[in-house]
């Protein structure tokens, strides 16, 4: 798990500090590191304590340039950030973007704004989803857990906003069309927004089969209310899966 922030410290506490003062967020990191299959190329022993880590010293992308590449992200899809979100990157996404592209895991405590917390995690996410393309008729591969339902609606429209002509569509889980979400889950889409109340509901009545996800984000998601529900999600996911958690701070 990689620790990207805005600075170092935050009012005299390190990343870890941080997130010792969270114990079931701890709790449920250790989980979801002991599913895990083990990477022969893991870099820390333990699956919390050790694998927290500021990133200060790793890849930063500075800049939009720093950003296009091969194996980064596509050169329209960098023009599209040049004309939409011409701030990007921001502190924490320059340190973001690389550890997702590459397929790591991240904690991201950042202070931006919500559409450049949520660009953080939404863009690896189409570019990971474009060029490792599932059939999404066995479930999305791509799936955000958020906070509340005003934060599920930004998410869309930076979606639907950044994805362009693509394949790559996000459908947000309504609770006051439960029926309505079920008949659109049937239209296969590679990524699927809800909280987590609605995407538990989701899973055990059998309209979202979460088996092929392998990207799967939490935003600004209170762990202390709903933990219980996202370890059944966390359940249902594959073992070989990466996860994104982003909050403010």
Not at 7 to 33: H, I, S
Not at 89 to 99: G, I, L, M
Request: hydrophobic fraction near 35%; glycine fraction near 6%.
């Amino acid at each position: 798990v990689n620790f990207c922030i805005d600075r170092p410290t935050v009012r005299g506490r390190t990343p870890l500090d941080l997130a010792r003062e969270t114990p079931k967020m701890a709790k449920l990191l250790r989980k979801m590191a002991s599913d895990k299959k083990p990477k022969a190329s893991r870099r820390f022993e333990t699956p919390f304590e050790k694998a927290v880590t500021n990133t200060e010293d790793r890849e930063c992308w500075k800049s939009l340039e720093d950003c296009c590449g091969e194996w980064k992200f596509p050169p329209g899809l960098v023009e599209t950030i040049r004309k939409r979100a011409p701030k990007c990157p921001t502190v924490p996404q320059s340190y973001a973007w690389p550890h997702l592209v590459h397929g790591r895991d991240v904690i991201a405590a950042t202070g931006s704004s919500t559409a450049h917390r949520t660009l953080g995690y939404v863009l690896p996410g189409i570019v990971k989803t474009l060029r490792n393309p599932l059939d999404h008729a066995h479930g999305p591969s791509m799936i955000v857990c958020v906070g509340d339902m005003q934060m599920g609606f930004d998410i869309k429209d930076e979606i639907d906003d950044f994805a362009g002509a693509s394949s790559f569509w996000g459908l947000l889980l309504d609770p006051v069309d439960p029926g309505g979400c079920a008949k659109r889950l049937q239209e296969c889409p590679p990524c699927v927004i809800g909280t987590p109340l609605m995407l538990t509901n989701c899973l055990e009545d059998g309209t979202l089969n979460a088996g092929q996800c392998n990207y799967f984000v939490l935003d600004e998601v209170d762990t202390r209310l709903y933990t219980p529900h996202i370890e059944d999600i966390v359940q249902c996911l594959p073992t070989d899966r990466q996860i994104a958690i982003f909050n403010t701070h």
